[in-house]
């Protein structure tokens, strides 16, 4: 008898296993990003919230959820983005966008992704979360130099973020893919220290569109017209350098949603970024105090000249 689920894919047993409990499982399959069908479950939590209105809004499916019409969605969506790419650094808008432009699609092509994979299974059924307790920020700074958890810390303390900065998921429906999206989110900061990207603008713009590329999320694709704000030399080293970058190692890497970093911290960052394959772009910091410490000179030799020394 021919299988009804192709080779490799997900079948509603496996999937009903999660922490999540299916009122009702309808089995199809879907394509990922890398090619692999799986079996996406359907909740009937989800099908009927989508028939409420603002004035019949059902209760919370998780702590801190909000239910949302399709409406309120889309103004979400319309409303923080623009907002967004007038002020870059407004985590809350940005978070608020990137949750409103991730359904009904991307969330669950990103779930199915860690569905499809043994250790993105394991974070879903485990979920683990990133904060400076969860790591233990002072063990981390005693591993070696060149170790992922040593790379991490250093990167949090030359850039002065934390790890505790992290909004919760508030506006997607399907509880599963709220943490996924609370993973992704959390995760931020390790794909800056794996490429080395700062968090200035420039910085925070080549890494969304390395994200775009490996996760297909639309708010990381959205954030990359942030590149049309940015002075001129920025626009340049980004179609240039850190754009083709950021295409390349987000096509070719593996899907990074699917690193337990929690159980990396000893690794060389070297061998990971390796087996992930993702490639150091040029340092931009590096880049950009040489380019400043040019026009410095530059600007002190004109002034030379017009004093007439």
């Given at each position: 008898m021919t299988s009804l689920f192709p080779r490799g894919a997900i079948r509603p047993s496996s999937i009903a296993s999660t922490p999540r409990q299916l009122a009702i499982i309808?089995?199809?399959?879907?394509?990922?990003?890398?090619?692999?069908?799986?079996?996406?479950?359907?909740?009937d939590n989800i099908q009927t919230s989508r028939r409420f209105s603002v004035l019949n809004r059902p209760p919370p499916l998780y702590p801190g959820h909000i239910p949302l019409t399709r409406l309120e969605r889309v103004s979400l969506a319309l409303g923080s983005g623009i907002l967004s790419l007038r002020n870059p650094?407004?985590?809350?808008?940005?978070?608020?966008?990137?949750?409103?432009?991730?359904?009904?699609?991307?969330?669950?092509?990103?779930?199915?992704?860690?569905?499809?994979?043994?250790?993105?299974?394991r974070i879903l059924r485990d979920r683990p979360k990133i904060t400076s307790t969860s790591l233990s920020l002072p063990h981390l700074r005693s591993l070696p130099p060149n170790s992922l958890g040593r790379t991490y810390v250093n990167w949090l303390d030359r850039e002065h973020v934390s790890p505790d900065t992290r909004l919760p998921v508030r506006f997607i429906d399907d509880e599963e893919c709220a943490y996924v999206m609370q993973r992704y989110r959390e995760s931020h900061d390790f794909y800056h220290s794996l490429t080395g990207l700062p968090t200035v603008r420039e910085g925070e713009v080549a890494l969304k569109a390395f994200e775009f590329a490996n996760t297909l999320l639309p708010m990381t694709g959205f954030a990359c017209l942030s590149v049309f704000t940015m002075k001129k030399q920025e626009r340049k080293r980004f179609w240039e350098i850190y754009g083709p970058?950021?295409?390349?190692?987000?096509?070719?890497?593996?899907?990074?949603?699917?690193?337990?970093?929690?159980?990396?911290?000893?690794t060389n960052v070297d061998v990971l970024r390796k087996r992930l394959g993702i490639e150091t772009p040029p340092d931009m910091r590096d880049i950009r105090k040489r380019e400043r410490d040019q026009?410095?000179?530059?600007?002190?030799?004109?002034e030379k000249m017009g004093m007439g020394v």
């Amino acid at each position: 008898m021919t299988s009804l689920f192709p080779r490799g894919a997900i079948r509603p047993s496996s999937i009903a296993s999660t922490p999540r409990q299916l009122a009702i499982i309808a089995t199809h399959t879907q394509p990922t990003h890398r090619g692999t069908a799986v079996a996406t479950p359907v909740d009937d939590n989800i099908q009927t919230s989508r028939r409420f209105s603002v004035l019949n809004r059902p209760p919370p499916l998780y702590p801190g959820h909000i239910p949302l019409t399709r409406l309120e969605r889309v103004s979400l969506a319309l409303g923080s983005g623009i907002l967004s790419l007038r002020n870059p650094y407004r985590a809350d808008l940005i978070a608020a966008c990137g949750e409103a432009l991730s359904v009904p699609y991307f969330i669950y092509r990103l779930r199915d992704a860690m569905l499809s994979h043994p250790v993105g299974r394991r974070i879903l059924r485990d979920r683990p979360k990133i904060t400076s307790t969860s790591l233990s920020l002072p063990h981390l700074r005693s591993l070696p130099p060149n170790s992922l958890g040593r790379t991490y810390v250093n990167w949090l303390d030359r850039e002065h973020v934390s790890p505790d900065t992290r909004l919760p998921v508030r506006f997607i429906d399907d509880e599963e893919c709220a943490y996924v999206m609370q993973r992704y989110r959390e995760s931020h900061d390790f794909y800056h220290s794996l490429t080395g990207l700062p968090t200035v603008r420039e910085g925070e713009v080549a890494l969304k569109a390395f994200e775009f590329a490996n996760t297909l999320l639309p708010m990381t694709g959205f954030a990359c017209l942030s590149v049309f704000t940015m002075k001129k030399q920025e626009r340049k080293r980004f179609w240039e350098i850190y754009g083709p970058w950021a295409v390349r190692n987000g096509v070719n890497a593996e899907e990074v949603i699917n690193v337990y970093w929690e159980e990396e911290m000893a690794t060389n960052v070297d061998v990971l970024r390796k087996r992930l394959g993702i490639e150091t772009p040029p340092d931009m910091r590096d880049i950009r105090k040489r380019e400043r410490d040019q026009r410095r000179k530059e600007k002190g030799e004109r002034e030379k000249m017009g004093m007439g020394v």
